[in-house]
């Protein structure tokens, strides 16, 4: 069963900006923190920001801190990660979760390229 289905990611050059959508079921949503994670290529999966409940708190790492915005709609059981000044070393495959990962499982993601 997906819990979690991320859109909203593409191709695009250094510099460019993406926005990503993640729609969670109601279930898994409502009341929990929620985070964004990518897996560069070759590599671990990481968190890149989470945000509260209510949305009055957020986090970032280090490597995105002013360049990505998470937010959320608590209405329609969305989350977003709004991706600004993107670079090469942003590409992923980028997943959005429950913190903790209550269900036990990822949905599919969604590829983030950054290339000229």
């Known amino acids: 069963q997906v819990q979690q289905v991320e859109s909203g990611g593409g191709l695009v050059q250094p510099g460019g900006s993406l926005t990503l959508s993640c729609a969670v079921s109601?279930?898994?949503?409502?009341?929990?923190?929620m985070a964004w994670y990518r897996q560069p290529p070759g590599k671990q999966r990481e968190e890149v920001a989470r945000i509260s409940s209510g949305g009055g708190t957020t986090n970032y790492a280090v490597a995105v801190r002013g360049r990505f915005t998470i937010s959320r709609d608590n209405a329609k059981n969305t989350v977003y990660l709004q991706m600004n000044n993107l670079k090469a070393e942003d590409t992923a495959v980028y997943y959005c979760?429950?913190?903790?990962?209550?269900?036990?499982?990822w949905g599919q993601g969604t590829q983030v390229t950054v290339s000229s």
């Open positions: 109601r279930s898994f949503f409502s009341g929990r923190v």
């Open positions: 979760n429950t913190v903790p990962n209550v269900s036990g499982s």
